[in-house]
């Protein structure tokens, strides 16, 4: 069990997506080689931009096609690779069993790669902090990497909701354990929080879900979090969630089964995040927008309860700043480069006076 060698082969699964995008950019800034997994590397609107890194040239970044819902997907692609980034989501998290089996198939082809020495799960802040009866975060307000959602709870269940939240809960313990079996590879967790920043692509401005609350604020519309109705967004930005993945397959200081939470612990209300954008871009002439609470009405008249819940929890990051040695944005610098890749890269239209 080993860090990965500077310079190795990393495959990344989800490279199409918002996050695993930057992680690919970022493993070849810093000098790797890369092989990066899409479920369709014809799919231009998705892989495009990948095609376009300069280590596509070069052949120093790889795609290859691969769908995690079929067994021994990944065996061809992980054979002489150090390390596995495994962002890509999976098909539905509200079945559990499918979520443990497409673990496994991953799982099968880092054991059979024989090379794999590291592998990072990108889990969720969701498999901390989401709670069945919010109440919890009242019992347990302090949210860092040892906090577990209260799993004890009868009404914890994929049909209320907490099915994202139990299947990331699943997929680290399944890797964690798997590597302890194997004693060949260790398997380190990083939990990011709500992911703000630059798109890459055009097809990234439906993903998210942050940076697509951002694209219809630019519309006109926006949302209240329903995301744990009333929460500010605990922010993080995507660039900073790609490093700290590189961070944990090049450090020395992580064990197995070892989690990392990844938010700078900047926090801010939808509405704060909608006003920042005229604050921070005047050019623009950006109009606003207006607010929807689409929450059920007896959500609706516990706001100021469900506002004092999330505001009392205190968000940590002790341990990623002080094993990794990370540093995070500003939430301000986030969000400009957000607005600005919206406009630049998915050609949004904003409303403007
Ligand atoms: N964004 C956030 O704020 C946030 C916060 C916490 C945790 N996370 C976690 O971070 C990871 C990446 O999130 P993201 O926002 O970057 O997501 P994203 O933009 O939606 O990208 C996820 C990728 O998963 C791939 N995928 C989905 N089902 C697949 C399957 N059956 N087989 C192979 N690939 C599949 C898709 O690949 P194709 O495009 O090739 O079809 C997609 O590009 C996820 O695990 C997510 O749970 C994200």
């Not at 269940?157 to 260790?186: H, T």
């Not at 979090?225 to 020395?252: C, F, K, P, Q």
């Not at 002080?322 to 890749?341: A, G, N, Y």
Request: glycine share 8%.
């Amino acid at each position: 069990m080993a860090p990965i060698p500077q310079g190795g082969t990393v495959a990344v699964t989800g490279s199409a997506g918002f996050i695993g995008g930057w992680v690919v950019r970022q493993l070849l800034d810093e000098g790797y080689r890369v092989r990066a997994c899409v479920r369709d590397t014809n799919d231009e609107d998705k892989a495009g931009f990948l095609k376009a890194m300069p280590g596509y040239a070069s052949g120093r970044l790889t795609l290859h096609s691969a769908n995690l819902d079929e067994a021994g997907c990944f065996d061809d692609i992980f054979k002489g690779c150090h390390g596995v980034a495994h962002l890509s989501h999976v098909s539905t998290y509200d079945d559990l069993d499918y979520v443990k089996k497409v673990c496994d198939h991953v799982i099968n082809s880092v054991n059979q790669s024989e090379t794999v020495n590291r592998v990072i799960v990108t889990s969720s802040i969701a498999a901390v902090i989401s709670e069945q009866d919010i109440q919890e975060l009242v019992r347990r307000p302090v949210l860092y990497e040892d906090r577990y959602p209260d799993e004890q709870n009868p009404k914890r269940l994929p049909e209320r909701g907490q099915g994202y939240s139990m299947g990331k809960v699943l997929a680290e313990r399944a890797f964690a354990d798997a590597a302890e079996a194997s004693g060949r590879w260790d398997a380190i967790t990083c939990c990011p929080g709500d992911n703000v920043g630059p798109i890459q692509s055009a097809h990234q401005k439906n993903g998210g879900p942050w940076q697509h609350h951002i694209e219809t604020m630019l519309l006109g519309k926006y949302t209240q979090n329903v995301i744990g109705a009333y929460r500010a967004w605990y922010t993080v930005d995507v660039r900073d969630v790609a490093e700290a993945h590189i961070r944990m397959l090049e450090s020395v200081n992580v064990d197995n089964g070892e989690r990392f939470i990844a938010w700078s612990t900047e926090t801010r209300n939808v509405e704060d995040v909608c006003a920042s954008i005229d604050r921070l871009l005047p050019e623009l002439g950006f109009a606003g927008a207006e607010l929807i609470d689409p929450l059920p009405e007896s959500v609706q008249a516990r706001e100021a309860e469900f506002r004092a819940i999330w505001g009392g929890c205190e968000l940590r990051n002790d341990r990623i700043r002080e094993t990794l040695d990370m540093d995070f944005r500003p939430l301000d610098v986030s969000i400009r480069d957000c607005v600005e890749s919206l406009l630049s890269v998915a050609k949004i239209e904003p409303v403007k006076n």
